[in-house]
């Protein structure tokens, strides 16, 4: 044991000050005193001493921090770095250390005047975490990668916070996997959200947002069971969305409904075509809107409400080509058979709202919209009839008899585009 002691003992006096590894930092706020011990006729060196006080002791030495700011004490030629902190800050350092000792990635650590979050973000949790630690008195900086598995999370959950808080005209995308906000115009509402996640906003050189653009593929179609359960559709009664994880691609998809088709087991409906920017919503409706009379205190006026097949899809992509997806689905008809006493009619709907993390070109499918009852669909949904995509289907005998349902598939690509 004893030449492992004299190694250790070698190392401390010798190669440690030569490696340049340091004591521990002294961390403190304006009044707060830290008691060292040192032996005796060491020299003590302060490089800044309006910002702190050093008392010799004897055998020990105080030091009382006087004003904010960053500097060192040396002691027999070996430096320690000594932050003062103000109060707020200084219990956020500590609040957070704390943390982050439970977390895996993330480090707090002080450079300079600033607190910063170093490592890897691998939960939101974890961002959440620091967030509600923050106080508006607190200035830190969250200069952590994010990893690839949660960068479409964080990015809905910043965008979901700057959009309920009425910010408008900015951008959150990732720069070599650190996360970056742009803004056109500064204001106090989004100050205070990117000063809670430790970010500083960056200004836009111009009013115009480049965000990657996404082509959404939609395929309304007649299918039959048949061709339903060789795709891996399941006949249900409920309206539900889910992979098509049996075709390869949107081509082959084609391919097969046209050969169906021709054999007069389905149909394709109608094939629109939608293109948004990344975090934009775009929408489709088969159908119209009908006039709705609306009353007031002592006015009233008109509400138009639509009715038939109407998609509203929200696409958001990352560096890495993944696309978060919310596709919300809405198949409603107007029902005469049911009014108010000022003839205002009912709606009746089938909704659905869902969200997939996908890839480009991934097919979606979306299936049940409709409840089929047969040889009365013509009767009961007049409106919806009316509509050309409604009238082909209801007019198929295969639906009729309820051998074929009504699908729609989604195909997300992102566009190769540059800024």
């Known amino acids: 044991m004893k030449p492992l002691i004299l190694l250790c003992i070698f190392f401390l006096i010798y190669l440690k000050p030569l490696l340049g590894l340091t004591e521990p930092a002294l961390i403190l706020y304006p009044g707060l005193e830290k008691e060292i011990k040192t032996p005796n006729d060491q020299p003590i060196g302060v490089s ?5 006080a050093v008392i010799d002791q004897g055998e020990k030495i105080k030091i009382v921090a006087k004003k904010i700011g960053h500097t060192h ?3 027999n030629s070996q430096p320690i770095p000594v932050y003062i902190l103000s109060k707020t800050n200084y219990d956020f350092y500590f609040s957070v250390q704390k943390l982050l000792k439970q977390k895996l990635g993330l480090a707090v650590i002080l450079q300079g005047d600033n607190i910063k979050i170093t490592g890897t973000l691998y939960r939101l949790s974890d961002f959440k975490g620091i967030q509600n630690l923050w106080t508006p008195e607190v200035n830190y900086i969250f200069n952590a990668s994010i990893h690839q598995a949660v960068q479409l999370e964080l990015l809905n959950y910043l965008n979901d916070q700057l959009e309920n808080s009425r910010v408008t005209h900015y951008r959150v995308s990732y720069a070599q996997n650190i996360l970056v ?7 106090s509402e989004a100050t205070k959200i990117l000063n809670s996640c430790g970010i500083i906003p960056l200004k836009l050189n111009s009013t115009f947002l480049w965000e990657p653009l996404i082509k959404v593929t939609i395929t309304i179609a007649e299918v ?4 339903s359960s060789s795709i891996g559709i399941k006949w249900s009664h409920q309206i539900s969305a889910d992979f098509l994880n049996n075709m390869t691609s949107s081509n082959q998809l084609i391919a097969e409904l ?3 088709e021709n054999q007069g087991d389905g149909q394709i409906l109608a094939t629109p075509i939608l293109i948004s920017k990344s975090g934009e919503t775009s929408e489709f409706l088969a159908g119209g809107e009908y006039p709705v009379k609306t009353y007031g205190f002592k006015s009233q006026g008109v509400s138009w409400k639509r009715y038939g097949l109407y998609l509203k899809i929200k696409p958001l992509a990352n560096q890495e080509g993944d696309i978060d997806l919310e596709i919300q689905t809405e198949i409603s008809d107007i029902d005469t058979s049911i009014q108010t006493e000022q003839g205002i009619p009912a709606f009746k709907s089938n909704k659905l709202i869902s969200n997939f993390n996908v890839k480009s070109n991934q097919l979606i499918m979306l299936s049940g919209l409709i409840q089929n009852h047969k040889g009365e669909n013509q009767d009961t949904l007049p ?3 009316k509509i050309p995509i409604f009238n082909k289907l209801f007019s198929s005998k295969n639906y009729r008899n309820r051998k074929s349902e009504l699908v729609v598939f989604v195909k997300p690509e992102l566009l190769k585009t540059t800024p």
């Not at 906000?181 to 204001?187: F, G, P």
């Not at 039959?224 to 061709?227: A, K």
């Open 73 to 75: 004490i040396s002691i």
């Open 224 to 227: 039959s069971q048949d061709f």
């Open 383 to 385: 409106y919806l009839s």
């Open 181 to 187: 906000v742009h803004l056109d115009k500064i204001s």
């Open 48 to 52: 800044t001493s309006h910002l702190l």
């Open 258 to 260: 046209k050969a169906h």
